[in-house]
């Protein structure tokens, strides 16, 4: 017997017959009508060249061939009720699953400090495994597996394929120490251009605010150039340099150092800062549920 030419259907059929031992009662039980189940019964006959069961009295009774059949087709039947077509659960409470997340180091230091208190509430057994790179590698990750969300401003990702949820937008603001020798509440274009500034280059990563000015053909004098954001925190804190940065980024700073922001003197651009993954985790419970999460803590509907 080739098990591609056998309807699995037929083992329900035959599991009923061996639950029910009738013919109308098996039938009602699947939802068939009676002629249906005969002809069912007729083809699983045909299948194993046996009778299976047959009239005794008010019952059909199985036949040896159906007895010894009996317990292993219960077990295919169950395990496919029960592994194949229920779907698959998630609890957050009891789960010790890895997830794996493509963030630069900005999302890493404003999502997550929040993102582990939360899991630490609602999920103490999961875990997070984060990513950077550079950005045109974003895609094949999140195609692949190698990242299974992604937190941040991924243009590129804006693709078929790919599912997307705004978290919020943020502007540019400029940073600078709390006791700025020539700066106040204001920053006019003549001391914006006149300052110190300290400008970050994330590794294969776009700086829009860069990429803006010189496309305004505003030239300033840059005397440091970092790799990471991480790194403005202490320069800017301890001399008169400046950086335009993202307002959220700027929000964490202040936050945790000594240092405050001013508007810049030119309307900057707007970041749109998305969460996504790719089509293969669309489904997923426990993705879905993070996602969830995410969204739910870290949404802001005004610009930032």
């Not at 609602?122 to 190698?146: C, Q």
């Not at 400008?199 to 700086?207: I, Q, S, T």
């Not at 700027?250 to 508007?263: K, L």
């Amino acid at each position: 017997m080739d098990i591609r030419s056998v309807d699995l259907n037929l083992l329900v059929v035959f599991e009923a017959m061996r639950q029910h031992r009738s013919v109308t009662r098996a039938a009602e039980a699947l939802g068939l009508s009676q002629p249906a189940m005969s002809a069912a019964l007729a083809r699983l006959r045909t299948l194993f060249d046996d009778a299976l069961f047959v009239r005794s009295g008010a019952q059909m009774s199985p036949t040896p061939r159906a007895e010894s059949l009996g317990s292993a087709i219960h077990r295919v039947v169950q395990a496919i009720e029960s592994d194949i077509l229920l779907p698959t659960m998630f609890d957050p409470a009891t789960s010790t699953r890895t997830f794996t997340l493509l963030t630069p180091d900005i999302a890493e230091m404003n999502f997550l400090p929040r993102l582990l208190a939360h899991l630490s509430e609602l999920a103490p057994g999961v875990n997070l495994k984060t990513l950077a790179m550079p950005r045109h590698m974003a895609a094949s990750a999140l195609e692949s597996g190698a990242a299974e969300l992604a937190i941040g401003y991924f243009p590129d990702l804006h693709r078929a394929g790919f599912y997307q949820q705004r978290l919020f937008r943020s502007s540019h603001v400029c940073l600078l120490r709390k006791q700025h020798g020539s700066i106040g509440k204001k920053l006019s274009m003549k001391q914006f251009l006149s300052a110190s500034h300290a400008v970050v280059h994330p590794d294969g990563r776009e700086h829009v605010f860069e990429r803006f000015i010189q496309e305004k053909g505003i030239q300033r004098r840059v005397v440091v150039e970092l790799s990471h954001f991480m790194s403005l925190l202490p320069i800017v804190e301890n001399s008169d340099i400046i950086a335009t940065v993202p307002k959220d980024l700027a929000d964490f700073f202040v936050h945790h150092g000594e240092v405050r922001y001013v508007d810049a003197p030119v309307k900057p651009p707007v970041i749109d800062v998305h969460l996504f993954w790719h089509q293969r985790y669309q489904k997923d419970m426990a993705h879905t549920w993070l996602r969830k999460l995410v969204y739910e803590r870290f949404r802001k509907d005004k610009v930032s």
